[in-house]
């Protein structure tokens, strides 16, 4: 199992944002990421982390402890809103491209790759190289974001059903995006 999960990526990455590209990410509810330490995740140890949770009560037995992952505490260790909308209850349903061309086809073709997947290195590529922080830098950041910190999977690509959380970019903000990396990772536990 390769996880795309990468702070180095992520943090080598904002470092070659100008400061008017970073202010955006901060009016976004993202600013904290901006703070990250460059720490590389081994894999080992990610999964001796995985082997102590126990999912009878969501929390990670350390120590002869239970340490519960509560949404405070996620808030705290990565500066993530714990209020707003549910990222799970917005994203929509898995599309085909004919779909997804139909539903919203200009953001969908701006971000698409192969089998409805967006590739975490083009969405990079594409907050890197945009000239001003408009609203397709928003949109990218969020999914680069996704890919990489948020909701990373084994696949190096973000899937398509998380275009509707960046479709109306007022919206960004308003969701709780504590709550939706919590969650994933406590499946993503499970399902190891």
């Known amino acids: 199992m390769h996880l795309t999960c990468s702070i180095v990526k992520f943090t080598k990455t904002l470092k070659e944002l100008s400061p008017e590209k970073k202010n955006v990410i901060k009016s976004m509810g993202f600013g904290d ?6 720490t590389p995740l081994r894999r080992n140890m990610i999964l001796e982390i995985v082997k102590v949770f126990e999912p009878s009560n969501q929390s990670f037995r350390l120590c002869g402890d239970d340490v519960q992952i509560l949404p405070d505490i996620v808030k705290e260790i990565m500066g993530l809103q714990i209020e707003g909308n549910s990222v799970f209850e917005h994203r929509g349903e898995k599309v085909t491209k004919i779909e997804g061309n139909t539903m919203d086809k200009d953001l969908f073709l701006r971000f698409d790759g192969e089998d409805k997947n967006m590739k975490i290195n083009r969405l990079r590529d594409i907050i890197i ?24 999977t084994t696949k190096p690509c ?7 959380l960046v479709r109306e970019v007022s919206d960004i903000p308003k969701f709780n995006w504590g709550e939706f990396t919590m969650n994933f990772f406590i499946t993503f536990s499970l399902s190891i």
């Open 33 to 38: 990421l901006l703070k990250m330490p460059e």
């Open 129 to 152: 190289k945009s000239r001003t922080p408009d609203d397709d830098f928003r949109r990218a950041f969020v999914l680069f974001t996704i890919g990489v910190i948020l909701a990373p």
């Open 158 to 164: 973000v899937h398509s059903t998380y275009l509707t």
